[in-house]
Nanobody, 125 residues
Framework: QVQLVESGGGLVQAGDSLRLSCAAS????????MGWFRQAPGKEREFVAA????????QYSHSVKGRFTISRDNARNTVYLQMNSLKPEDTAIYYC??????????????????WGQGTQVTVSS
């Protein structure tokens, strides 16, 4: 099991940037695919981005590609989500997740092994 703790959420205006962090602890070696998901009120949780251990393989949803960047610092067991050009429709609770294989992260529904508690991102117009 991996323990995940997100941070960095907040209230921003449209066009602003925000960086989320997710600190992982526990069995990170066996759950080395890290990802971000989000859930807006009244909607299902949706995939945002994922990254493999090396950082070479990254996946993004169409709605955030070109605006969001996922990265990781393995020495700190931390994954980041840099969010630029934020839009009101990006408003959601953002969750960090861990899985052992990329297809498990990007499948519908996702089959991640561990989830964080979430951090709220609110983008005002």
């Amino acid at each position: 099991q991996v323990q995940l703790v997100e941070s960095g959420g907040g209230l921003v205006q449209a066009g602003d940037s925000l960086r989320l962090s997710c600190a992982a602890s526990g069995r990170t070696r066996y759950n080395n695919i890290m990802g971000w998901f989000r859930q807006a009120p009244g909607k299902e949780r949706e995939f945002v981005a994922a990254i493999d251990w090396s950082g070479v393989d990254t996946q993004y949803s169409h709605s955030v590609k070109g605006r969001f960047t996922i990265s990781r610092d393995n020495a700190r067991n931390t994954v980041y989500l840099q969010m630029n050009s934020l839009k009101p429709e990006d408003t959601a609770i953002y969750y960090c997740a861990a899985a052992g294989w990329m297809p498990l992260m990007t499948s519908t529904p996702p089959r991640a092994n561990s989830w964080g508690q979430g951090t709220q991102v609110t983008v005002s117009s």
